[in-house]
């Protein structure tokens, strides 16, 4: 099974500015038949189901904020915030979708400082 | 609209069942990828099973042999049979529905909450 570790497991940063959450698989989640990486990021505030962000490791879902992006390919991809806000306040998760057995990271809680 | 609503949760004994529902509205749940999410308490996300389109499911291995994923196409609902439950099946559990192109999670209902507890 793929093992997803993100890091940090949480992050205080300012209003306005950026926030950086990684995540690393275990193994590749690039596809080299269609050059895709099957990597998700999920917001999720308290009381709340998930909310997709992000997916193909840098796509971003209808309606998110273009602060949010995804980078990275293989095994390491990153989650920036280019400018935080206080509603960005909420643990974030990535997952992989490369193979059935589906896995989540731990989560990185992000807090305003 | 798409929307997801979770029934079914409650209290259960250690070694009980319960049937989860996940009744949709705005797409066909037949032709989607669908899966359920389950979140103990306090604690982060993990994908429990899915069912494709064509009818092929999936489990992970803390719940295989124990839960089934099931649909009625008619009704559109999503289902999860849950038996010989144990005290770690503690969680909310979300359905959710897949992306257009792949198995990410693109909508999720709100959850209902499973208690297993003596």
């Known amino acids: 099974d793929i093992v997803m570790t993100q890091s940090p497991d949480s992050l205080a940063v300012s209003l306005g500015e950026r926030a950086t959450i990684n995540c690393k698989s275990s193994?590749?989640?690039?596809?080299?038949?269609?050059?895709?990486?099957?990597l998700a990021w999920y917001q999720q505030k308290p009381g709340q189901p998930p909310k997709l962000l992000i997916y193909w490791a840098s796509t971003r879902e209808s309606g998110v904020p273009d602060r949010f992006s995804g980078s990275g390919s293989g095994t390491d991809f990153t989650l920036t915030i280019s400018s935080l806000q206080a509603e960005d306040v909420a643990v974030y998760y990535c997952?992989?979708?490369?193979?059935?057995?589906?896995?989540f990271g731990q989560g990185t809680k992000l807090e305003i400082k | 609209e798409v929307q997801l609503v979770e029934s079914g949760g409650g209290l259960v004994q250690p070694g009980g069942s319960l049937r989860l529902s996940c009744a949709a509205s705005?797409?066909?749940?037949?032709?989607?990828?669908m899966s359920w999410v389950r979140q103990a308490p306090g604690k982060g996300l993990e994908w429990v099973s899915v069912?494709?389109?064509?009818?092929?499911?999936y489990y992970a291995d803390s719940v295989k042999g124990r839960f089934t994923i099931s649909r009625d196409n008619s009704k559109n609902t999503l289902y999860l049979q849950m038996n010989s439950l144990r005290a770690e099946d503690t969680a909310v559990y979300y359905c959710?529905?897949?992306?257009?192109?792949?198995?990410?999670?693109?909508?999720w209902g709100q959850g209902t909450l499973v208690t297993v507890s003596s």
């Open positions: 959710a529905r897949g992306g257009s192109e792949a198995e990410y999670f693109q909508h």
């Open positions: 193994q590749s989640v690039l596809y080299s038949s269609n050059n895709k990486n099957y």
């Open positions: 997952q992989q979708y490369y193979s059935t057995s589906y896995s």
């Open positions: 705005g797409f066909t749940v037949s032709s989607n990828y």
């Open positions: 069912i494709y389109s064509g009818g092929s499911t």
